[in-house]
């Protein structure tokens, strides 16, 4: 056999092997004594000091309380990667610094799409949108920005009272005091996906997330604000899906207090909560939460239909959908980054509501998480 049919035989197997391995996870996976599986790229990434250094510095960009940082940097140290290796684990147990440590080492290990995304946001097309005056600050995680004169958002609000008109439909079974519409026909060609996929909004959302966001989900909710639901969004909670992603919710009808707003506490208000109370997802009463921080930096998210109300909803406390004398009409659109704990740390692709929609090119493909 001539040296470059060997060669090409020895490539295709280690393909092979690859891809087996990648299917039986346990056997590129690092067994811990408490049956946690850790990918071996990940257990040699935290081994190296570079790439610590790395996680460390995706941390401190992170801007969350130093002691949850002094925490985070513990479990990195020690390497305790049973701590915050499962994705699922993290999502429903994780401990702040947890994710925090979660959210770097899986930054450090796909630093590739980190590096794209960065410049795929860089180069989106300069057309200014009115988002482009407003910054997300680290400091707060949540903005309220009134009714806009801007067509975008006048044809996304047409778009979803005509949807709300058509009917929605209660998710029976699992939140009673909310139902949600659908997005008209060809959701890609919609007014509302119009809305979300603008450069302007984009680079909004962004610059806050550090590179070309994930659009995972968009909601047509209507909130009946009739009832209390036990444990449910009504009380104040984190947002499961990591340590940090962008809610945009546009009021289609116009809400005030009476119509059961959003509630969002500021970030550094809610990382006080976090820490003092260990915090790790559940539902938490007003006077837990009053009591530790009082109310001052609960942003109410009132406006006129058209207001954009925005929030980091895995970062910044919140509730909303409390009884009130008329319904609330909004539409919720979720950006998350591809290092967040809805997706493994060692995932090539990502996933979400559009994700089979993406056209093949790259932009779209990593906008809507057909790939990280
Ligand atoms: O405004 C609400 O009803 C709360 C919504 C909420 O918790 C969420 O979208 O994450
Ligand atoms: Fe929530």
């Known amino acids: 056999?001539?040296?470059?049919?060997?060669?090409?035989?020895?490539?295709?197997e280690g393909m092979m092997f690859g891809r087996l391995a990648r299917a039986a996870k346990v056997r590129i996976g690092h067994r811990t004594g408490i049956g946690v599986t850790v990918p071996v790229a990940l257990r040699d990434a935290l081994a190296d000091p570079s790439q610590r250094q790395l996680c460390a510095r995706h941390i401190a960009d992170l801007a969350v309380d130093p002691r949850i940082i002094a925490e985070a940097e513990t479990l990195l140290r020690r390497q305790q990667l049973y701590r915050f290796a499962s994705s699922k684990l993290m999502a429903h147990r994780g401990s702040a610094a947890e994710k925090v440590c979660f959210y770097a080492a899986s930054r450090t290990l796909a630093r590739a799409s980190d590096q794209r995304r960065r410049q795929l946001l860089l180069d989106l097309p300069s057309d200014k949108g009115p988002l482009d005056r407003f910054t997300l600050s680290r400091r707060d995680g949540a903005l309220v920005i009134p009714a806009l004169d801007w067509t975008v958002i006048k044809e996304a609000v047409a778009e979803a009272k005509e949807a709300f008109?058509?009917?929605?439909?209660?998710?029976?079974?699992?939140?009673?005091?909310?139902?949600?519409?659908?997005?008209?026909?060809?959701?890609?060609?919609?007014k509302i996906m119009a809305l979300a996929k603008h450069p302007s909004v984009l680079r909004f959302v962004g610059k806050y997330l550090d590179g070309l966001p994930i659009l995972y989900r968009i909601n047509l909710i209507k909130s009946e604000n009739i009832d209390i639901e036990d444990n449910?969004?009504?009380?104040?909670?984190?947002?499961?899906e990591g340590i940090r992603q962008v809610k945009i919710f546009l009021l289609v009808s116009d809400v005030d207090d009476d119509s059961g707003p959003l509630h969002l506490l500021k970030t550094d208000a809610s990382d006080e909560v976090q820490v003092k109370l260990g915090y790790r997802q559940r539902r938490l009463p007003d006077t837990e939460v009053n009591a530790i921080v009082g109310t001052d930096r609960l942003v109410k998210c009132t406006g006129a239909s058209g207001t954009l109300a925005?929030?980091?909803?895995?970062?910044?406390?919140?509730?909303?959908?409390?009884?009130?004398?008329?319904?609330?009409?909004?539409?919720?659109?979720?950006?998350?980054?591809?290092?967040?704990?809805?997706?493994?740390?060692?995932?090539?692709?990502?996933?979400?509501?559009?994700?089979?929609?993406?056209?093949?090119?790259?932009?779209?493909?990593?906008?809507?998480?057909?790939?990280?």
Do not use: W
């Open 1 to 12: 056999m001539t040296q470059s049919v060997l060669e090409h035989l020895k490539n295709a």
């Open 165 to 190: 008109a058509e009917g929605s439909k209660s998710r029976a079974g699992t939140k009673k005091f909310m139902a949600t519409a659908k997005l008209p026909g060809d959701p890609m060609a919609s």
């Open 232 to 240: 449910s969004s009504q009380f104040h909670h984190l947002d499961p």
């Open 310 to 372: 925005i929030g980091d909803t895995s970062r910044c406390f919140h509730f909303g959908s409390r009884p009130g004398k008329s319904q609330r009409y909004i539409v919720m659109l979720q950006y998350l980054t591809p290092f967040c704990e809805e997706f493994p740390v060692d995932a090539d692709k990502v996933g979400g509501k559009f994700a089979a929609l993406a056209k093949d090119d790259d932009f779209d493909m990593r906008l809507l998480g057909a790939s990280r």
